[in-house]
């Protein structure tokens, strides 16, 4: 008897995976399941190589800053291995964000991700978004294009 093959997501449906069970499930084992241990990648935070490296700098401090965030999907586009992801999330910030304790204000951030997708793994990628923005609005400064107040409970 034969072994299943398993199936390899093509690299859009990597995308749409990748967003709704990581970001608005909050499953981390998605990490693994579709992050290549060898996989690199830029975030507004930093060089992050492999899903441990991701999952301890990217994930984790989000989820603890914004437990309730939600995000929604703008825009995907897909070629060959690369997928571009245009994105909106809102998110109140009831944790800890880098140095920055929990301050009650909720905000609406847009930005874009690409992803390098190689035989259902994500091998790379890099997320762009107004960090400097949103930590100015969570501390207390004005909204801006990219960062929008929002009320508490509000949805997208």
């Known amino acids: 008897m034969k072994p299943k093959k398993k199936r390899v997501l093509a690299p859009k449906a990597i995308a749409r995976r990748w967003f709704d069970q990581l970001w608005n499930r909050k499953n981390p084992a998605v990490i693994a399941e579709l992050m290549s241990p060898s996989a690199a990648g830029r975030t507004e935070g930093g060089e992050i ?14 989820t603890r800053a914004f437990p309730a965030f939600r995000m929604k999907l703008d825009g995907l586009f897909a070629e060959g291995e690369n997928v571009a ?6 998110a109140t910030h009831d944790g800890p ?3 920055l304790a929990a301050t ?17 793994k994500i091998v790379g990628g890099s ?6 923005g949103l930590v100015g609005y969570l501390s207390g400064g ?5 960062v929008r107040a ?7």
């Open 49 to 62: 190589r492999g899903p441990a490296e991701f999952r301890s700098k990217v994930f984790e401090p989000l």
């Open 85 to 90: 992801i245009r994105w909106t999330f809102i």
């Open 97 to 99: 964000f880098g140095d």
């Open 104 to 120: 009650g204000r909720t905000a609406i951030c847009s930005g874009m991700t690409w992803l390098k997708c190689r035989n259902g």
């Open 127 to 132: 997320d762009h978004y107004n960090l400097h």
């Open 142 to 146: 004005p909204a801006s294009a990219t």
């Open 150 to 156: 929002a009320k508490r409970g509000a949805r997208l």
